[in-house]
């Protein structure tokens, strides 16, 4: 059974920076496309980044520019990088994973594709 914990969550000012990592454990192998995703008090989950097992990279267009999202196959571990931050990047952040094969095409942001999610770590951003 895939397990995510998730890391980095903390309170920043805008324009500050921070780095939330994701250590997974239970993967038969390294081909899960890994994503991150946020869900702010009221809104719906929302599809941030994700990586598949190349490393190649898909950016919500909110945070593209900002945020870099990589992973570490060999630690099992997925990062985002965040930086520029703004008070509307306030959320829960959530580490998910799934089986390459079982995303379809274009839908790598979409919450609904993913079926293992770490418990989240919270990001505040104040003005």
């Known amino acids: 059974q895939v397990q995510l914990v998730e890391s980095g969550g903390g309170s920043v000012q805008a324009g500050g920076s921070l780095r939330l990592s994701c250590v997974a454990s239970?993967?038969?192998?390294?081909?899960?496309?890994m994503g991150w995703f946020r869900q702010a008090p009221g809104k719906e989950r929302e599809g941030v980044a994700s990586?598949?097992?190349?490393?190649?990279?898909m950016y919500a267009a909110a945070v593209k520019g900002r945020f870099t999202a990589s992973r570490d196959n060999a630690k099992n571990t997925l990062y985002l990088h965040m930086n520029t931050l703004k008070p509307e990047d306030t959320a829960m952040y959530y580490c998910?994973?799934?089986?390459?094969?079982?995303?379809?095409?274009?839908?790598?942001?979409?919450?609904?594709?993913?079926?293992?999610w770490g418990q989240g770590t919270q990001v505040t951003v104040s003005s």
């Open positions: 990586v598949v097992s190349d490393g190649s990279t």
């Open positions: 998910a994973a799934e089986r390459s094969s079982r995303v379809r095409v274009g839908l790598v942001l979409d919450a609904l594709e993913y079926n293992n």
């Open positions: 239970g993967y038969p192998d390294s081909r899960y496309i």
